[in-house]
């Protein structure tokens, strides 16, 4: 079942375009993730959908409702925003209690809704403070008990971890999936964080400068990006790309070339074709022999703890290859492991596995 | 320490001057309030509380700080209800010609209130004014408001508020505009009455603007008023136009009682320091809701 | 929804026509034949168009003259308040000392002070230097106001700290921190806090009422004032002449400088 539904929606200020022709379809009840970096109109998407921003053409449906002209109070939505816009003049219990009041839902039935959710979140002990006198977890919560207890279909989130701390953050990205295990709402979330998309969604819609680049799972949103984009935003350090082509089933690159027929988006169209390669950097092994298919000389390492990352220099190339110890030599070749290499169309920078014609059962949903 | 002394170097001359023309002043009307004088003679009588005794004996000086407080009334609606309506109009109703609107509305803030007096004792003139003749299309007319007591100080509060709305006006908007967007969102998501977000959200997060405007209005309202009621009425019908601040000059450099102006000056300043204190005492109560 | 927002525009219209229609009212009548003006109230262009208002009033005071003392008024009064307050405010922003905050308080309470409380004292004051009618009485005590000293407080607290610390750190003067630093900074606060001042000295009536006697040394305002008890009208559009004199100047400086103003009375609230 489809609950929101975005048909070519535009939205522009003035001669600016900030979204041009967006289709999406969020599902119902599940987890749906607006993620890109800043600017790229996934809050103003949010944003949309609430209301809170009209749209210059196009419609928005909500249960197949059109409600394009609807204003934001009429369609009965909860939204947690990045600041938490907790009043300040009011109580936590009046801050959870204040929409409730105004729209007249009964004393009794408030103070059901109130000590469920004051229970859930953790908040009973606070319920007199102000929200001066509490912590940013505590806020947060109190934000998002606020939303809750309006029992909505839709729960939008604008980046509501973004102002906690990254052990809070954890604990919190928890507490909203419990949460959403309860009441099961059309949860759309706006991070730009990749790591919080793919621990919290069913669904992540990647966007860059107001187009979806990609609609997934978070599997299939690492593994088998559908384009150049998707796959350099995602993953840290992001997957490696270089610029090269194709001839006699190798990849030619700098002044460096290696078989490429193992790869399985490869076929003869690909052959005197200029594409990109794209590969993760933990689908590398460094060897410090020269059996490796590149070789190059390591300029940079980095120590995460689990792993180690090389910055490798070929030619006038650089790519990072994860290792689970330090490599002090310097000259290394490199191991590409065929199974996980992508092309991209060098003018559409489409990736070639989703022009295949046999994809659609590699690409499995979930 | 070297710092210190120019800290001290860079206030003197503020203080100086300010200690000079309105501490010392204001030390020496206290003094004057304790005698006969007349402005001129040599002698001054020491009568101790007997100006203020004379004062408070006095009828029409009763009457005049009940219009004070009528004046003060007739401010709070005008130029801080009235404007605080029409900031959080323009702020939030309205999304196009904000900026023309805010400049439009500001500028009587900075054309003198002599010429305002005058303008509005000619357009409001009951026989040939322009109000009067669009009225009299409709067979209605204007009271021959200058000499009509009650009506004289609506007509003259009205004067003061076209001064003075457009300055209130611009120092709420601020404070209505500083109010996180998010929060306003919020209660618009929740189906909130536009009426309901001024009270319930705008006036309590914008408090400290809003109760400073308020002081400020009485403050500087009573004193802005001095001009039209000089210029137009000369506190006449009479005294029915008087405030403090008119009489107290009026004692002074009309009858040369300098004795009962300092008296009645006095007693203006003590409210005026109870503004003040209310002022403070609410500053420190809400300086929570900031931040 | 579309009827309830042309209804808040029309509203605010019409509040701006009430704020814009007296200025319209005094250029247009100051145009128009003095019976013209009787006859054709409601018609704001003149017709016929005439300058003989202002000949007239010309002739009848010294206007050259008296616009002269409300300009010489007004731009000293100015130059004094705006450098007392700038240095003020700058010890009071920048230097740490005993009593800071009461100094600061005490400074502020005095925009509490009604004016009547002053008059009598500052009054004695000029008479005995004689200073009465001379543009120097309505000047004196008006060369200090915790209004500027406030708002410039307000406008340098703004400066981010590390800003003027950089400074001491390598050791810049005083003096020079507050040239090169802080004064472009405050520069647009300390415009419109200058042209504020300048329109309520220009605009001033009550004091200058007090020290004017001749019209030789009047301002503008206290001229005009010659004007409004002739019942009969007789001098009506002369005196809208003069009303369009007396209000042309704080207009123009207004107009020229009303996005300076308008921010820096936005922030001006007391916190």
Redesign the interface.
Known sequence: MTSIILKNVNKSYGDTIIIENLNLEIREGERTIFLGPSGCGKSTILRMIAGLESITSGEIFLDEENVTHKPSGERNIAMVFQNYALYPHMSVENNILYALKRNKVSKGEREKRLEKVLNMLELKKFRKRMPKDLSGGQRQRVALARATVKQSNYFLLDEPLSNLDAKLRVIARRELLKLHEEFKQTFVYVTHDQIEAMALGNRIVVLNKGEVQMVDTPYNVYHHPRNLFTARFIGSPPMNILEGYIQEHKFHFDDQTFDVSQVKSMNSELEDKDVYLGIRPEHMRLSVNDEGDIKGKIIFRENFGAEVAHTIQIGESEIIVMSNKIIEQERVSIIVDREYVHFFDKNTEINYNYLMEDFNEYSTKY | MAKRYVSILLLTPALLLLTIFTVGPLVYTIYLSFFDWNLISPNKTFVGLENYAELFKDQTFRRIIGQTFLYIILFIVLNTGLTYVTAYVIAHLIKSNKGFYKVAIFTPSVISLVVGSMLFLWILNPVSGPVAIVLGWFGLSIPNWTVTEGMVIVILSLIVAWKVFGYNFIVLYSGIVGIPSEIIEAAKLDKISKFRIFTDIIIPMSSSTGFYILIMTIVQGLQYVFTPIRVVTQGGPNYYSSNLIYHSYHEAFDLFNTGISAASSVITLLIFMFLLAMQFIFVERNVYYEN | ?KI??YF??I??IV??I??????L??VSNSFKHLNDA?TS??NLIPNPFTFENYQRLHETIPLLKITLNTFVIASIITAFKI???F??A???TY?N?RFKKT?YFL?I??????????????YL?ISHFNLIDSVWGVI?????D?IG?FMLTQAMRNIPKPLIEAAQIDNIS?FNIMKDHVLPIVRPALTSTAIWFF?LA??D??WP??MLRSRDSYT???A??L??SSEG?TN?TV?MAL?VI??AI??I??LIF?RY??NT???????
């Open positions: 929804m309830s927002h808040w525009h509203l605010i509040f701006i009430i704020a814009i229609y007296p200025i009212f005094a009787f109230t409601i450098v007392t307050s240095l003020a700058y010890a009071l230097f000392f100094t400074l309470s005095t925009i509490f002070i009604p004016f009547t409380v002053t008059m009598i004292p500052n004051i004196l005590p008006q060369l200090a915790a000293i005083t329109i220009w605009n009536y009550v009422l007090l503008l305002p206290l005009l004032q004007f409004v009208g009506f005196a009303s007396t209000m704080p207009l400086l207004y009303q103003i308008i009375f936005s922030s001006s609230g007391i916190k």
